[in-house]
T-cell receptor
């Protein structure tokens, strides 16, 4: 079974600074997708960034980028120029690539605080 | 609002009562998922529908839980004889391709 591990329950970053959230996963599959989701308090979970395992290039979305190390099964999220609105729970998630209906397996999350 | 809609947002019920939640997916999304999220944890998969067919169920989904998606549109999740351990956030997600969109969830408190 696939597992996703987020070893940082909480992280804090000053506004305008950069922070990296860690995620490791375990799978025997070669075709899969990795995601970072953001869950603000009492609000819905939204997709931050997605990485296809077959792509060597790290995904980027504006201030968000990932460091995907396939051999090490590591998938960290870097948030640059942190803003107060980035404060939320961040979940790393995995899904198999075969077919289009596979469920997501989530980590336990990292709570990010952004301070002035 | 064209996002995934869940109703109710909050539900408090007494132990032993039955509850039903509703999820309206994004229009034309043929795939619908239910997840459960307990405090301090990430969401855990419960079940999945493609159109009206329930194609996968987690072992977490005991026989007290049942989900339906008649006509392949909205879905309901029913919990019978609720227990305190059922207290959680129940999330619904829908997708057309490989990217699921989540609703805001229904927070269930069993007292």
């Amino acid at each position: 079974a696939q597992t996703v591990t987020q070893s940082q329950p909480e992280m804090s970053v000053q506004e305008a600074e950069t922070v990296t959230l860690s995620c490791t996963y375990d799978t025997s599959e070669s075709d899969y997708y990795l995601f970072w989701y953001k869950q603000p308090p009492s609000r819905q979970m939204i997709l931050v960034i997605r990485q296809e395992a077959y792509k060597q290039q790290n995904a980027t979305e504006n201030r968000f980028s990932v460091n995907f190390q396939k051999a090490a099964k590591s998938f960290s999220l870097k948030i640059s120029d942190s803003q107060l609105g980035d404060a939320a729970m961040y979940f790393c998630a995995y899904r198999r690539g075969t077919g289009t209906a596979s469920k997501l397996t989530f980590g336990t999350g990292t709570r990010l605080q952004v301070t002035l | 609002d064209t996002g995934v809609s869940q109703d109710p947002r909050h539900k408090i019920t007494k132990r032993g009562q039955n509850v039903t939640f509703r999820c309206d997916p994004i229009s034309e999304h043929n795939r619908l998922y239910w997840y459960r999220q307990t405090l301090g944890q990430g969401p855990e998969f419960l079940t999945y529908f493609q159109n009206e067919a329930q194609l996968e169920k987690s072992r977490l989904l005991s026989d007290r839980f049942s989900a339906e998606r008649p006509k392949g549109s909205f879905s309901t999740l029913e919990i019978q004889r609720t227990e305190q351990g059922d207290s959680a956030m129940y999330l619904c997600a829908s997708s057309l391709t490989r990217r699921p969109f989540f609703g805001q969830g229904t927070r269930l408190t069993v007292v």
